[in-house]
């Protein structure tokens, strides 16, 4: 079973619309971490956010917004007033621990592909 | 400046020629792992490793091997690549409990 999915494959917006992104995360883990990364056509990916599983507090950052759930174990991703350098693929990803010595093992969405329309 | 490094960016190999991509990280990080990006599957983990000698196996480990003989380096090999494994691999880095990984510029790895 995929422990994260992000159902939308492909969204496209215009620009100065609001767009969310979902996330869903499967873990039976009590401490694990989420994260966003942003991958733009030029191909690296960057971190946006990483948010532990003990801190429920929404986040803004600028455009961008976070929304942490454990009830519905989502964790959904908001950019207000889209602009087109916006564009691209968005990985929700779950981080949980592994073995005492090991670190954490790594789940990454299959991405949403944003295309900001000018 | 701090940053991940990956070698090469771009390579073509035959079927069962041995091949090592390298990985190098100079922020003194603890936390090393390899990724493979593939269209429709995002990213999967291969290997981890949590510091010099400590590794263990992502989601798709098979074909692959890695070792991390030094804190800063962390090479991926494939000792007998197949076509299923041509892809783009990332290779990334993080502090211990940070867990907030830098990504290297990724290798696209092509097997004929």
């Known amino acids: 079973a995929q422990k994260v999915t992000q159902a939308q494959t492909e969204i496209s917006v215009v620009e100065k619309e609001d767009v969310t992104l979902d996330c869903v995360y499967e873990t039976r883990d009590t401490t694990y971490y989420l994260f966003w990364y942003k991958q733009p056509p030029s191909g690296e990916l960057v971190f946006l956010i990483r948010?532990?599983?003990?801190?429920?507090q929404n986040e803004i950052s600028g455009r961008y917004s976070w929304n942490f759930q454990k009830s519905t174990s989502s964790f959904n991703f908001t950019i207000t007033a889209s602009q087109v350098v916006d564009s691209a693929v968005y990985f929700c990803a779950l981080s949980e621990a592994g073995g005492t010595n090991t670190g954490n093992q790594f789940y990454f969405g299959t991405g949403t592909s944003l295309t900001v329309i000018p | 400046e701090a940053q991940v490094t990956q070698n090469p960016r771009y390579l073509i190999t035959v079927t069962g020629k041995k091949l090592t991509v390298t990985c190098s990280q100079n922020m003194n990080h603890e936390y090393m792992s390899w990724y493979r990006q593939d269209p429709g599957l995002g990213l999967r983990q291969i290997y981890y490793?949590?510091?010099?000698?400590?590794?263990d196996k992502g989601d798709v480990p098979e074909g692959y091997k890695v070792s991390r003989k030094e804190k800063r380096n962390f090479p991926l090999i494939l000792e007998s690549p197949s076509p299923n494994q041509t892809s783009l691999y990332f290779c990334?880095?993080?502090?211990?409990?940070?867990?907030?990984?830098?990504f290297g510029p990724g290798t696209r790895l092509t097997v004929t």
């Open positions: 990334a880095s993080s502090l211990a409990g940070s867990y907030e990984q830098y």
């Open positions: 948010r532990n599983s003990f801190d429920e």
């Open positions: 490793s949590m510091n010099v000698e400590v590794t």
